[in-house]
């Protein structure tokens, strides 16, 4: 019985840690284990074992709601996700358009030469 009922706890305990729904379900079959083994344990009808055996119940069902509720966040994370993805995907469309324009328009615009200019007699004297 005690090793069941740790098996349960821990799952329990790492589901709700690292938010992972195969250990919720493996945690709701655990605690069923908890629960069906109290049930056959249990000599009366309200001894011990047979209070183990509802609290295991019940506690199937709440890691079982719990598992539920990490699937729609985990859901509902992936849709912030994509849409902070979506928002990082079009600053990037953006900057790609933008670096396209500037090469684009270095094609048509005349190069400056790299020749140095002659200068002329007045520049290079000051004489007429």
């Known amino acids: 019985m ?3 009922l740790t098996i349960a706890l821990v799952l329990t305990a790492f589901a709700l840690h ?3 729904i195969a250990l919720g379900i493996g945690a709701t079959a ?6 069906i083994y109290g049930f056959v344990l249990s ?3 309200w001894d011990i074992s047979y209070g183990l055996g509802w609290f295991g119940i019940g506690m199937a069902i709440s890691t079982i709601i719990l598992t ?3 699937r729609e966040k985990e859901e509902a994370l992936t849709e912030e996700e994509q849409m902070d993805k979506d928002m990082d995907d079009s600053i990037e469309e953006q900057e790609e358009f933008a670096n396209r324009q500037g090469r684009y328009r270095d094609l048509f615009r005349p190069k400056k030469s790299k020749k140095r200019r002659r200068q002329d007699r007045f520049e290079r004297t000051g004489r007429v």
Do not use: H, R, S, T
């Not at 655990?30 to 629960?35: A, H, Q, S, Y």
């Open 30 to 35: 655990g605690w069923l284990l908890v629960g």
């Open 68 to 70: 539920i509720g990490i």
């Open 2 to 4: 005690a090793i069941f």
């Open 18 to 20: 690292f938010k992972v």
């Open 43 to 45: 000599e009366g009808l």
